[in-house]
C-alpha cells in the first residue's frame, strides 16, 4: 500500500487534547486514509491505486498487508509526522514522494511506513490505536442538493478574516451560510458582540 502527503496532512484537523482515544490518530485503509475531530471529517481516497505504478521500487520486509488494513488501522498523529518529515520532493521520480506500507512482524499491533531515495531507506515503526474508528461512512451526507465549486484560498481568505473578528458567538465562532444555486455566490453572515452585522460574499468558480 502506498500513501502521499495529501493522505497524511489530514492529521492537521484533529484534537492533540481528545480523550476518546481513538480520535487522536488517522485511520489508514488499503485504499484511503481518514482524519475527525468529531466536528469535522476528512477522507482522501486512492481512486486509482498507486500500486500500479511501474515505478516502485524494491523494498525490504514488504508483506502482503491487505488483510491488515482492509478494516483499517488506527495510526497516532506522532508517527504521521515523522512519516511526512521524511518525504522528499522528487522531480525526476515522483513515486519516491510517496511512503510505503511495510510490516517487519508478524504482529497486527505495529505499523511500519517506509520512504526511500533508491540508495536508503528510512522506516517508521509504531504502535497502532487498538480502539474502534468511528462508522463514519454513515455520516457523510449524500453528493446531492446544490453543487457550488469554490475557490479555496477565495473561502479561507474571507474564514480568517472573520475568525479575528470580536464575534458575538466568541465560544463557536459561528456563522452562517446561505447558498441558493449553484451560479450564484454563497453568502456568509455574522455579527459582532458590538452588534455589527458582517456579510461576506463568495463568488463560484465558472465550470
Same mark, same amino acid.
Given at each position: 500500500m502506498i500513501y502521499n502527503k495529501n493522505n497524511l496532512i489530514i492529521q492537521n484537523i484533529i484534537n492533540k487534547n481528545e480523550a476518546r482515544t481513538e480520535l487522536t490518530g488517522i485511520l489508514v485503509k488499503k485504499d484511503r486514509t481518514v482524519a475527525t475531530d468529531s466536528f469535522c471529517l476528512i477522507e482522501v481516497k486512492n481512486v486509482k491505486p498507486l500500486a500500479e505504478n511501474k515505478d516502485i521500487p524494491a523494498l525490504q520486509g514488504v508483506k502482503n498487508l491487505t488483510s491488515m488494513v482492509k478494516q483499517g488501522q488506527i495510526v497516532p498523529t506522532a508517527?504521521? $509526522? !515523522? /512519516?511526512?518529515?521524511?518525504? !522528499?520532493? *522528487?522531480?525526476?521520480?515522483?513515486?519516491?514522494?510517496?511512503?510505503?506500507?511495510?510490516?517487519? !512482524? *508478524?504482529? !497486527?499491533? =505495529?505499523? =511500519?511506513?517506509?520512504?526511500?531515495?533508491? $540508495? *536508503?531507506?528510512?522506516? /517508521?515503526l509504531s504502535k497502532t490505536i487498538d480502539e474502534k474508528f468511528p462508522d463514519y461512512e454513515k455520516i457523510i451526507p449524500p453528493e446531492r442538493g446544490i453543487k457550488i465549486t469554490l475557490d479555496l484560498k477565495i473561502l479561507k481568505k474571507v474564514i480568517d478574516v472573520l475568525n479575528k473578528m470580536d464575534l458575538a458567538d466568541i465560544n463557536n465562532n459561528s456563522a452562517e451560510i446561505f447558498i441558493t444555486n449553484s451560479n450564484k455566490p454563497i453568502l456568509i453572515k455574522t455579527k459582532t458582540k458590538q452588534e455589527q452585522e458582517v456579510r461576506a460574499v463568495i463568488m463560484p468558480i465558472r465550470q
Open positions: 508517527t504521521i $509526522k !515523522k /512519516v511526512l518529515g521524511n518525504l !522528499k520532493e *522528487n522531480k525526476d521520480l515522483p513515486i519516491l514522494e510517496n511512503c510505503f506500507l511495510t510490516h517487519t !512482524k *508478524n504482529d !497486527k499491533t =505495529q505499523i =511500519q511506513f517506509t520512504t526511500t531515495d533508491l $540508495k *536508503n531507506e528510512n522506516n /517508521v
